[in-house]
C-alpha cells in the first residue's frame, strides 16, 4: 500500500471514529428537574397626594421581596452534537414552584387567629442552549452550557385566614403573562446516555400586574399608579436520558 493510500485510509478511519462518536451523544432526550425555586416581585408606584385644590405633591416609592421554595420541573427535547465537543439543544420543559411567605398569628385570652400565604409559580418554556464539552472520555465527558428561555409564566396567591375554629379562604389570584431568560450550567455525561447538570434559570423578563386608581377620605385625595413585576427563577440539578 502506497503512503498516500495509508494516509486516506487513516484520515477515513479518524473520520468514522469521530463520527461515531457525535453519533453517541445526539439524540432525543427526556429529563426531571429538582431544586430550588426563586419568585420575585418589585412593585414600583407613584402618585399625586392633594390636600387641597390649590396644592399638589408627587410621591414615588419602590419595593421588593424574594421567596424561595421547593422547585420541580420535567424536560423533552433533542439534542445535537456537530463536532465531538460542540453542541446545540432544543427542548421544551415546565417547572412549579411551592411557597410559603408569610404566617401570622395572634392570641388575646380564648381567641386565636392566624393567617397563611401560599404562591405557586408555573412556566413553560421552549429553549435553545449550546453545548461545550471541555473534558472527553471513552464513557464520560463534562463541560458548561448556555442559552435563552422563552414562554409562559404565572403566579398564583391564595390566603387562608383561621378565627377560633372557623376558617376562610380567599380566592385565588393568577397574574401571568411572557417570561424570558438565561439558562447557565455545568453538565457530565456518563456512558453517553445519562447526562447529569447543575445550572439555575436567570429570568429578565416575567408577568406585570399594573393597578391606578384614586384613594380618597373625604377631605384628601390621592390618585396612585402602581406596577409589580414578578419573576420566576431556580437554581437546581436535573437528569436527562438521552435515547
Do not use: C
Not at 397626594?49 to 421567596?67: K, W, Y
Not at 392566624?114 to 413553560?124: A, D, K, P, V
Not at 428561555?149 to 411572557?178: C, D, H, L, M
Request: aromatic letters at 10%.
Amino acid at each position: 500500500m502506497t503512503r498516500v493510500s495509508k494516509l486516506s485510509a487513516a484520515l477515513i478511519l479518524s473520520g468514522a471514529l469521530a463520527s461515531a462518536g457525535v453519533a453517541g451523544e445526539s439524540g432525543a432526550f427526556v429529563g426531571v428537574e429538582l431544586g430550588a425555586g426563586i419568585l420575585t416581585q418589585t412593585q414600583a408606584g407613584s402618585g399625586t397626594f392633594s390636600p387641597d385644590p390649590s396644592v399638589s405633591t408627587e410621591i414615588s416609592q419602590q419595593q421588593g421581596r424574594a421567596n424561595v421554595g421547593l422547585d420541580w420541573g420535567v424536560r423533552l427535547g433533542y439534542q445535537l452534537y456537530f463536532t465531538p465537543t460542540h453542541g446545540m439543544r432544543v427542548y421544551a420543559s415546565y417547572g412549579m414552584a411551592h411557597v410559603y411567605p408569610s404566617s401570622l398569628s395572634a392570641k388575646d385570652g380564648s381567641n386565636t387567629a392566624s393567617e397563611n400565604t401560599y404562591l405557586t409559580g408555573q412556566r413553560i418554556d421552549l429553549n435553545i442552549d449550546y453545548l461545550v464539552d471541555f473534558i472527553k472520555a471513552e464513557n464520560a465527558s463534562a463541560g458548561v452550557y448556555a442559552g435563552i428561555f422563552a414562554g409562559y409564566s404565572e403566579i398564583s396567591a391564595n390566603s387562608r385566614a383561621k378565627q377560633n375554629n372557623t376558617a376562610e379562604s380567599t380566592p385565588t389570584q393568577f397574574i401571568g403573562g411572557v417570561g424570558l431568560g438565561l439558562n447557565l450550567g455545568i453538565q457530565t455525561t456518563l456512558a453517553k446516555h445519562h447526562r447529569i447538570e447543575f445550572g439555575a434559570k436567570i429570568p429578565f423578563l416575567g408577568p406585570v400586574r399594573e393597578r391606578t386608581g384614586v384613594i380618597s377620605d373625604g377631605i384628601n385625595m390621592t390618585d396612585i399608579s402602581t406596577h409589580t413585576y414578578f419573576k420566576y427563577a431556580s437554581v437546581g440539578a436535573s437528569y436527562s436520558f438521552v435515547f
